[in-house]
Every structure is written in C-alpha cells, then in structure tokens.
C-alpha cells in the first residue's frame, strides 16, 4: 500500500462549481498535513496545512482531516479556471511524502 | 525575498559526466531535501538533511549523493549519470517538521 493515495484524475468540474480533492495515508502516527498546488511546468506551492481533526478554511480554500479514517481532503469553492493544476497531498512525519496528485481543470 | 534558489534550471549531460545540481535557501531553514519527479510516479524524496552534516537516504538515493556543509546550501551530485537519472529535480526546505517545504524551481536533467 501507497503511503499517500490520491485519485490520479483527471477531475474536471466547471467554472463556479465545488471541486473536491482526497487523499488516504496509510501511517497513523502522521500529524501534519498539506496541500500544494503545482501548475504545469512549474514547482509546488504550499496551499493547505492542517493539524487537527475537521475542517480549515482559508477562502476559496477547504482542509478536512479525519484522522481516524486516516483521510484528509480538499475542497475548492467557486472554482476558476485559474485553478487548473495537479493537486498534491503531502504527510509529515519524519520527512515529507507526497501523494501522485490529482489533476483538475475547471472549464470556463 | 524568502526563496529556494536552484542552478541550473536545465542541464543536457552525457552518461558518466559527473554533475552537480546547486541549492541554496535564505530562510534560515532546519530542514532542506531533495525530490525527483517523474511522469505517474509523483515526487520522490532522494535524500533529506534535519541539520548541518546530518544528511539520510530518502526512497531513490542510487546513484545521488549529498552533503551539507552549511545550513543554507544542500547541494545534489550525480557522480556518473545514467540515463534513468533524467527527471525534474527539485530542492525544498522547511523550517521544522511539522512546517511545509517551500520549493525551488526545478532543474530539468536530461542524460543522453
């Protein structure tokens, strides 16, 4: 089993609507959480960090963590089309792991 | 402004020709590592430094070498590339372990 599972995608939604992002790790002990975008071409960029069980907002922007279903997800409201990127979820625990990210496209 | 700094941004290299890849970060940053990324497998952590001279293998650290001499600069060596070494580095730190990296931009290696 992969440390840090995303569904690879592609997940298209179009403009406005809610895009929803998930990720399952398999180390319980993890107790950091993040979320990056990363454009095509271009380096990761730290959107998202969560520590603690349920929700954290930060504009458009939604965390969830659920800790014992060892699930952290994200949602992004409004969707532009300047949200088009591959998502990747990250776990700290030692080091960082990252998911394979998620690729979204929002349509205008 | 606060950044990770890396050089070059792309490299061409024959098999064997030794290379090093540069780092340097501004942040006073504990922590610095060093990620390949390759189409369907994602990032992968090659090696990872918690401190001055403390350095330890990530998931891919074959054919990489490292060292940290200096809290800002984590250089990566290639010491005889192959062509299975050609992918798109990245260089991150972070303050601490419960902190989130913050990325250089990438250096793309191609080994013919």
């Known amino acids: 089993q992969k440390e840090v599972e995303q569904n690879s995608g592609p997940l298209s939604v179009p403009e406005g609507a809610i895009a929803s992002l998930n990720c399952t790790y398999s180390?319980?002990?993890?107790?950091?959480f993040f979320w990056y975008r990363q454009y095509s071409g271009k380096s990761p960029e730290l959107i998202m960090s969560?520590?603690?069980?349920g929700d954290k907002e930060d504009g458009r922007f939604t965390a969830q963590l659920n800790k014992a279903s060892q699930y952290v997800s994200l949602l992004i409201r409004d969707s532009q089309p300047s949200d088009s990127a591959t998502y990747l979820c990250?776990?700290?625990?030692?080091?960082?792991?990252f998911g394979a990210g998620t690729r979204l496209t929002v349509k205008p | 402004e606060a950044q990770v700094t890396q050089n070059p941004r792309y490299l061409i290299t024959v098999t064997g020709k030794k290379l090093t890849v540069t780092c340097s970060q501004n942040?006073?940053?504990?922590?610095m590592s060093w990620y390949r990324q390759d189409p369907g497998l994602g990032l992968r952590q090659i090696y990872y430094?918690?401190?001055?001279?403390?350095?330890d293998k990530g998931d891919v650290p074959e054919g990489y070498k490292v060292s940290r001499k200096e809290k800002r600069n984590f250089p990566l060596i290639l010491e005889s590339p192959s062509p299975n070494q050609t992918s798109l580095y990245f260089c991150?730190?972070?303050?601490?372990?419960?902190?989130?990296?913050?990325f250089g931009s990438g250096t793309r290696l191609t080994v013919v």
């Open positions: 991150a730190s972070t303050k601490g372990a419960g902190s989130g990296y913050t």
């Open positions: 180390d319980r002990v993890s107790q950091s």
């Open positions: 969560i520590y603690s069980n």
């Open positions: 990250a776990v700290n625990l030692n080091d960082m792991r």
């Open positions: 942040m006073n940053h504990e922590y």
């Open positions: 430094s918690m401190n001055v001279e403390v350095t």
